[in-house]
């Protein structure tokens, strides 16, 4: 059995040849395996008009420069 300090350095080999920071090693060693990107939600400017979006988006058979043209006369956005 190896002693704990030459278990950790040999846990934090990779690092080395893969180039990233052993922080990054020790997290997905302690996850078990890769960890899923976490985005962050953030409220959209055009959240508020959703329905109006899919309501042209689909009038207009996806054409989303015609929807953006609409967009910008009409709400003055963009």
Not at 6 to 18: G, N, S, T
Not at 46 to 63: D, I, P, T
Request: aromatic share 6%; glycine share 8%.
């Amino acid at each position: 059995m190896r002693p704990a300090r030459a278990q950790r350095d040999a846990d934090l080999e990779p690092k080395i040849h893969l180039g990233i920071s052993r922080n990054t090693v020790r997290r997905y060693l302690k996850a078990g395996g890769s960890i899923p990107y976490r985005k962050a939600e953030r409220p959209g400017i055009l959240n508020a008009h959703k329905a109006w979006l899919r309501e042209r988006f689909l009038q207009h058979k996806g054409n989303c420069d015609v929807v953006r043209k609409e967009l910008t006369k009409e709400l003055g956005m963009y």
